[in-house]
């Protein structure tokens, strides 16, 4: 049995005390001085290496936005791509993050890979692909996709009634996506964000992590990267 007041309190924190980030195997090494010239290619690999070393979910990251005073806010969503443009992610326009990217087009993501005790952050502006571009993303995903982005209907972070509504929403839903696998859902949009800054965090046994941080040495996309270790 869980206990009451004081006692709950100190075994949570004994819990909280209790809990390891991840078993004391062996982390790979990372080595700086041997890290590429710009972070996609590096990030690349460690998404790639976060997937081989069974990582659940290593594509899922939080997605940092602020709203037009300034108040963060942070949820999970899908990396869908990377390329030299930024990286990629779907959400409907209407909603909260939505909304709050159409006030300040800056974000921050952030991934965690725990079983390679690694961290990435990633800062930058964010753009808004255009609806064909949108629509193209929304296809490529699976016709569950679909369906929740059609029975949100622009809905995404309002108050719901009841789940009776939701039920009834997504039966709706389903069936137009039967009837219509090519249906759109206006208000999904796709976003890019491009780096200004990329951080990769290496844990390492002694707790003597390593940090290099990628940051745009001039304007626009072909300004190059300057690199720096940062104290841990
Ligand atoms: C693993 C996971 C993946 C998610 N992926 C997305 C996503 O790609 N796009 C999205 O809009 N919401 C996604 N969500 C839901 C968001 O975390 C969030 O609840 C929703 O987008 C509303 O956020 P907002 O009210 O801040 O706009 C995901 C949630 C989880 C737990």
């Known amino acids: 049995m869980h206990g009451t007041g004081d006692e709950a309190a100190e075994e949570f924190r004994e819990l909280l005390r209790g809990l390891r980030v991840h078993d004391a195997g062996e982390l790979p090494a990372f080595d700086p001085e041997q890290a590429p010239d710009e972070p996609l ?57 939505g909304r709050e990217l159409a006030a300040r087009p800056y974000a921050a993501l952030g991934f965690h890979w725990t079983a390679v005790g690694r961290q990435v952050r990633i800062g930058g502006r964010v753009t808004a692909a255009d609806p064909e571009e949108s629509t193209a993303d929304l296809r490529g995903r699976s016709p569950a996709a679909l369906t929740a982005a059609l029975a949100g209907g622009g809905r995404q972070s309002e108050v719901l009634g009841s789940y009776e509504e939701l039920e009834r929403a997504f039966e709706a839903a389903r069936e137009r996506v039967e009837r219509e696998p090519d249906a759109t859902a206006p208000s999904w949009t796709l976003y890019v964000l491009a780096a200004d800054e990329v951080e990769f965090y290496q844990e390492e046994e002694h707790r003597r992590h390593v940090r290099l941080r990628y940051r745009r040495a001039g304007e626009g996309e072909d300004g190059g990267w300057r690199r720096e270790l940062l104290w841990p």
Do not use: Q, Y
């Open 41 to 97: 290619s590096l990030f690349r690999r460690w998404l790639r290496e976060a997937a081989e070393a069974g990582v659940p979910g290593p594509h899922t990251m939080m997605l940092a936005t602020a709203d037009a005073d300034g108040r963060p806010s942070v949820r999970t969503v899908m990396l869908h791509d990377v390329d030299a443009r930024g990286w990629h992610f779907g959400t409907h326009r209407t909603s909260r993050k």
